[in-house]
């Protein structure tokens, strides 16, 4: 048994056959490029990977007190001297860290796809966030706390999910568009 279909020279770097389970596992190829789309495709690459960086610091520092660089009005001591954030500090720090995160998935999305219409929605995707999402997260974690919901809107809000979502579902739509010209 063999997997059938043609195979350019240009396109087939190596072909894997794998009989187990009447399982066929055919090429792996790779696209051949002129140096100018090389380079831009390694430019994204990086440009990608130092947003994935970004997101990463975001969590490192999820917990520090961004707003104690502001001045005393964010920084609360306790009766053991230590330093904790105030809860204008706390809604800074929260609301600089779902901007930040937003924008390292707009700019992966503006990277990735370059199309108006993409960057356009995705922007409104990143303020119905910060004008529903966060404020409902915010409310829920002052007044109930340790419950589900608080930690199912903190995933939501916090983590880039829903741009990140954001990234299959465009690339759909251009593969769908791109098969509607085809024809």
């Known amino acids: 048994m063999g997997c059938d279909g043609k195979w350019s020279r240009d396109l087939l770097l190596a072909k894997i056959y794998f009989y187990r389970l009447d399982i066929c596992i055919c090429s792996f190829t790779v696209v051949t490029m002129d140096k100018d789309n090389l380079k831009k495709s390694i430019a994204k690459f990086i440009i990608l990977a130092l947003l994935g960086i970004g997101l990463y610091a975001s969590y490192h520092w999820k ?72 404020p409902a997260y915010l409310l829920c974690n002052e007044y109930i706390p340790q419950s589900q919901l608080t930690t199912l809107l903190h995933r939501t809000t916090f983590n880039p999910v829903i741009m990140l979502l954001l990234i299959p579902a465009f690339y759909y739509q251009t593969k769908v568009e791109a098969h509607r010209t085809d024809r």
Do not use: C, P, T
């Open 63 to 134: 917990d520090y007190n961004f707003a104690s660089m502001m001045g005393d009005w964010a920084v609360l001591k306790d009766e053991n001297g230590m330093l904790h954030a105030s809860k204008q500090g706390y809604l800074f720090n929260r609301v600089l860290r779902f901007v930040w995160n937003e924008l390292i998935g707009l700019l992966a999305i503006a990277i990735l796809f370059r199309q108006k219409k993409y960057i356009d929605f995705s922007i409104v995707v990143f303020f119905i966030g910060l004008f529903f999402l966060l």
